[in-house]
C-alpha cells in the first residue's frame, strides 16, 4: 500500500482519481476524513462481513475489503484463508475456511461402539444386529441376533476377547455379514489396550443402518458408547418466541420455490404468528387465494415475508443463545478421536468433523450456518469466494452441522427445503469448514 496522500478538501482529492492496480490511503484535512481506494486495501483492526482474510508472510492476520479485492495483485507470500463472517469470538476473527468437503466417506459417525462394562456370568450372550444377507433393505437389521459365547472366566482379558471374537466370526459367517463386529480391550471408549482394561469395546467398524444401536446382552452390561461423552443438541432455535421443529427456514430463495409447489394445502383458518412447531409452510397458491388464509394474506402480503415471519430462523443471534453446544469446542474435543479397525488400521469416529479440524479449523454449527445461508450474506460470500477463485456455497445442498440431535441423528442444513432439519449419521451430506483467527 502506498503512503497516505494528504488532500486540503474532497474536490481535490475526487480530481486526483481512483488508482487501478495499488491500494490508497487519503486523508481529506479538511474535515480529517479517511478514505479508503483502489484496489487490496487491507486491514487488521476493523474487517466487515465478507472481506477476505489472509495470514501474510509473518502469520498476521490481514483483511482485504471485499469491495477493492483483486487477487491477481495480492502478494505471493500471503495464505487465503476464507471470508470474515461478521463477528467475533474471545477477539478471534471467525472465517468460512473457503472449501468443503463432499466425498461419500464424510458420514457425522462412522463406527458403531458399545461398551462390555461387567461380565457377570461365563455363558454371555451378545445380543447384537448383525446384518442377514438373506433379507433386504432396513430388515437386514431388523432384529437382534443372539451370539452366544462360553468363556474360560469372566474378567476383562485376551483371552476373553478371543473367545468373543470367534463366536462373532462364526455367527458373521453364517449371515454373510461383511462388516460384522469385533471386540477389543479398552480403558475407556477410545483407546485400545492390552492391559489395564476396565471394559471391552463391541465395534462395527461400519455404521450403516440406524436400527444397529438397538444391541443388549445377557450375563453382561452392554451399553451404547459410541458418543463417549458428546452432548446431545436438541434444542430448536425460535421464531417469533416458539419452537420451529425441524421447520426453521434458513434460505429463502430456494425455501420459496420448494415450500411454493410442496407446501401444504389448508383446511382451517390459519392465524398470523401460530404456524411454528413442525407444521409445513403452505404453499403459493393457498396463501394467495385460500379463504383460510386470509388474516396471514393481509399481514404478510407477500409469500416471502410470510415464510420469513412464521418460518424463518432469525439471523440476528449469537453463539450460545439457544445453548447449542459451541462448533468449535465440539470439533476440538472430538474431531481427533479415531477408532481401531479389524483390519489393523484406525479411522476417524466422526468424520465431518476430523475432515475439518484437519483443515485448521471447526465443522460449522447451528449458529453459524444461520449467518451464512440467508440470501444476502450468502451473496456476499460467495462474491469474495469467486473473487478469490475458490469453490462457491450452493444453497441447495445439504451439509452437516456439529451438533449431534438424537441416537443416531445429527443436525444438518437440508438443502431441498432450505430447513434446519436432521438426519441419520450414516449419511454424507457436504462438511463445511469454518475457523477462527
Known sequence: MKQIEQYNDAASYNAAGKPTAESRVANIKAGNISEFDGVNVPTTETPTFGDAVYLDENGNKVAIRKDVYNRSLVPASWT??????????????????GNYASLPSYKYADVLQYALTAITDTSLTLKLRIRDTSKSGDAQYGTNIDVPVTLTSTAFNATTVSEINVALAEKAAQLGDTNAWWCYLAND??????????????????????????????????????????????????????????????????????????????????????????????????????????????????YE??????????????VGVFGLPDGEVLTAKYGPRLAPTKAGSTKAKFPTMNWAYNQGGHLWDVMEGVTMLEDANLAIINGTQSKAGKVTLANSSTRWFAQRYGVGTAWLFYGTSRTLNYSYVYNAPQAVAVTLL
Not at 80 to 97: A, E, I
Not at 206 to 212: A, E, F, P, R
Not at 274 to 287: H, I, N, Q, R, Y
Not at 305 to 318: D, H, P
Request: proline share 2%; with cysteine; aromatic share 14%.
Open 80 to 97: 487465503y484463508k476464507g471470508v470474515f463472517l461478521g463477528y467475533y469470538k474471545d477477539g478471534r476473527w471467525r472465517v468460512f475456511l
Open 189 to 302: 471408549d477410545d483407546e485400545k489396550v492390552d492391559t489395564g482394561a476396565t471394559r471391552i469395546i463391541v465395534q462395527c467398524d461400519v455404521w450403516s443402518n440406524y436400527q444397529q444401536y438397538n444391541c443388549g446382552c445377557t450375563g453382561g452390561t452392554l451399553t451404547f458408547s459410541t458418543w463417549g461423552d458428546m452432548p446431545l443438541a436438541t434444542s430448536y432455535l425460535k421464531v417469533n418466541g416458539k419452537t420451529t421443529g425441524t421447520r426453521g427456514i434458513m434460505n429463502f430463495a430456494g425455501a420459496v420455490t420448494y415450500w411454493g409447489t410442496n407446501g401444504r394445502t389448508l383446511a382451517a383458518d390459519v392465524a398470523v404468528h401460530s404456524e411454528a412447531g413442525s407444521t409445513d409452510p403452505m404453499k403459493l397458491t393457498e396463501f394467495q387465494t385460500s379463504p383460510y388464509a386470509s388474516e396471514i394474506r393481509a399481514y404478510y402480503k407477500t
Open 305 to 318: 415475508a410470510y415464510l420469513r415471519g412464521e418460518f424463518g430462523i432469525l439471523a440476528q443471534m449469537k
